[in-house]
């Protein structure tokens, strides 16, 4: 089932202050649903590169696979709906394309890439993530970060040696310790949530994350809320007047009507418990 026209869908991306090129790539498509940023490593070509095939392979995958999904299906092991099976499985291939072609070329060797996915059906979202390229959350004013970053410094906070506001300064921030296409396997997270009716949704790299402090990043969605692209915007101009030290992308959706699945049993338990 197509949802255009029931969730809005803005992104932008900007090769910094600093640098000479961008590694990120962003991508939306509208009538699955489905947006996905990647922040690629790895050396000019190799970041890019990397990057790339993910995207393109998660896109191209979601949108041939998404057609004939029996969204009544769960996962028996995980519990997890069809559709975030479906976002794992296009990850996993994501992977195992770039990590072949890291192999196979030794200008791409050691190449890899962060990667955050959110995939929107039957009132609900699913979102998946690799690396520290986030999903924040803008609902009645008050903004949540939805994903935990795979790094080195949020491991240090979470065994007591950072606090979050020490860890914005600190020189480790930048080191991940997951990415898609290092290894022949990756651990891939999964959340499934509600998506409410103007709730405002914001991907981005740590180029913006790293530049802009959470409150400044919640007054620029509140202050734009009804115009994505001016959002999106001043979140790219906000972490280059920072410094711009990275590339900067930020890929905003906001569902503006229901999207419920045909004769879905979830939809259903919504409409009656809302």
């Known amino acids: 089932m197509s949802i255009k026209g029931k969730i809005l869908f803005h992104g932008q991306t900007d090769v910094g202050s600093v640098r000479d090129h961008n590694e990120d790539a962003i991508c939306c498509e509208e009538n699955i649903g489905l947006a996905i940023l990647a922040d690629g490593m790895g050396g000019h070509l190799g970041g890019e590169m990397a990057s790339a ?5 998660i896109l191209e995958f979601i ?14 092991e995980t519990g997890y709906s069809a559709e975030s099976m479906l976002v794992h499985e296009a990850i996993t291939l994501a992977n195992k394309n770039v990590h072949d072609s890291s192999e196979a070329n030794a200008q791409y060797r050691g190449m ?6 959110v995939l929107f059906y039957d009132n609900r979202f699913t979102v998946a993530h690799v690396g520290d390229s986030r999903l924040y959350r803008l609902r009645d004013g008050e903004l949540e970060q939805i994903t935990r970053d795979h790094s080195l410094i949020q491991d240090l906070i979470d065994r007591g040696f950072y606090t979050p506001e020490q860890a914005h300064n600190s ?14 396997h990756v651990q891939i997270d999964i959340q499934e949530d509600i998506a ?10 740590d180029g913006a994350s ?9 007054s620029a969605l509140i202050e734009n809320s009804n ?3 001016k959002a999106a915007s001043e979140i790219i101009r906000l972490a280059n007047d920072s410094g711009g030290k990275d590339n900067i992308s930020a890929l905003l959706v906001k569902p503006i009507k229901p999207f419920p699945a045909k004769n879905s049993l979830f939809s259903r338990f919504f409409d009656i418990f809302s």
């Open 53 to 57: 095939i993910t995207v393109s392979t």
């Open 63 to 76: 949108s041939e696979n998404s057609k004939n999904l029996n969204s009544a299906i769960t996962d028996e």
């Open 112 to 117: 890899g890439t962060t990667v955050v996915v």
């Open 171 to 184: 020189l480790n921030k930048n080191l991940v310790t997951r990415a898609v296409g290092i290894d022949d």
């Open 196 to 205: 409410m009716i103007d709730d405002i949704y914001l991907l981005c790299s």
């Open 210 to 218: 790293d530049m802009i402090e959470d409150d400044v990043i919640k």
């Open 227 to 229: 115009d994505l692209e």
